[in-house]
T-cell receptor, first 110, second 115 residues
Framework: QKEVEQNSGPLSVPEGAIASLNCTYS??????FFWYRQYSGKSPELIMSIYSNGDKEDGRFTAQLNKASQYVSLLIRDSQPSDSATYLC??????????FGTGTRLTIIP | DGGITQSPKYLFRKEGQNVTLSCEQNLNHDAMYWYRQDPGQGLRLIYY???????QKGDIAEGYSVSREKKESFPLTVTSAQKNPTAFYLC??????????????FGPGTRLTVT
C-alpha cells in the first residue's frame, strides 16, 4: 500500500519564524516529491518539486529530501500571515499518478 | 493565458439526478485527473487519463463516469449511484513526457451540493 503521512496539525508559528512541515512515505523507490499549498476554499497550488536527495531552495521555501529515511520536508523562512494555509505533500510512486497526504494546517501568528 | 478551467464554481442538484462537471485545459497536457476533497480531508483520486480515449479508475471510482474524447477536455459525471456526492471536486493536468514528471496543476474546483 502506497502511503503518504503528514501531521494534520494545526501547526502554529510566530510571524518571522521558520515553519517546518514534514512528510513520510512508504516506498523507498519513489522518485518525485511535491509540496502544494491550499488556502481555505481554494484549489491546491504547486509550490515546490524535488527529485534528488538534499535541499532545494526557492525564495523563502526550502524542500529537503532524504530518500534513505523516506521523508521530505518543507521549510518556510520568515513566515508571513499569508503563509497560513494547508500544505499537502504528494509523492509519485511510479504508478502514473500522485498520492497525496491529508495535509498539515499551518497558522502564522502575527 | 494557459490554464485549467472548471465550471461551474458552485453546483446544486437534487438527489437522484446525474450531473456533469466540466474540466478544460489549454496547457497541451497529456494527462488529466479528477479528485474529490471532503472537509478536512486530503485528495482522493476518482479517475485519471494518460491519453485521449483512455482512462483508468482511481481509488473511489464507484458512482462516477468520465470520458476523454479530446485532449483538452475531461468531463466527470456524478451519477445517482454515488451515495455521498456532496464534495469539492478538483480537476488537474500534467505532462508526464516532460522531465518534470507528474507535476500536477489544478483547476479552481467545483463545489457540488446534493440535497
Amino acid at each position: 500500500q502506497k502511503e503518504v503521512e503528514q501531521n494534520s496539525g494545526p501547526l502554529s508559528v510566530p510571524e518571522g519564524a521558520i515553519a517546518s512541515l514534514n512528510c513520510t512515505y512508504s516506498d523507498r523507490g519513489s522518485q518525485s516529491f511535491f509540496w502544494y499549498r491550499q488556502y481555505s476554499g481554494k484549489s491546491p497550488e504547486l509550490i515546490m518539486s524535488i527529485y534528488s536527495n538534499g535541499d532545494k531552495e526557492d525564495g523563502r521555501f526550502t524542500a529537503q529530501l532524504n530518500k534513505a529515511s523516506q521523508y521530505v520536508s518543507l521549510l518556510i523562512r520568515d513566515s508571513q500571515p499569508s503563509d497560513s494555509a494547508t500544505y499537502l505533500c504528494a509523492v509519485d510512486f511510479g504508478n502514473e499518478k500522485l498520492t497525496f497526504g491529508t495535509g498539515t494546517r499551518l497558522t502564522i501568528i502575527p | 493565458d494557459g490554464g485549467i478551467t472548471q465550471s461551474p464554481k458552485y453546483l446544486f442538484r437534487k438527489e437522484g439526478q446525474n450531473v456533469t462537471l466540466s474540466c478544460e485545459q489549454n496547457l497541451n497536457h497529456d494527462a488529466m485527473y479528477w479528485y474529490r476533497q471532503d472537509p478536512g480531508q486530503g485528495l482522493r483520486l476518482i479517475y485519471y487519463s494518460q491519453i485521449v480515449n483512455d482512462f483508468q479508475k482511481g481509488d473511489i471510482a464507484e458512482g462516477y463516469s468520465v470520458s476523454r474524447e479530446k485532449k483538452e477536455s475531461f468531463p466527470l459525471t456524478v451519477t445517482s449511484a454515488q451515495k455521498n456526492p456532496t464534495a469539492f471536486y478538483l480537476c488537474a493536468s500534467s505532462n508526464p513526457s516532460d522531465k518534470s514528471s507528474y507535476e500536477q496543476y489544478f483547476g479552481p474546483g467545483t463545489r457540488l451540493t446534493v440535497t
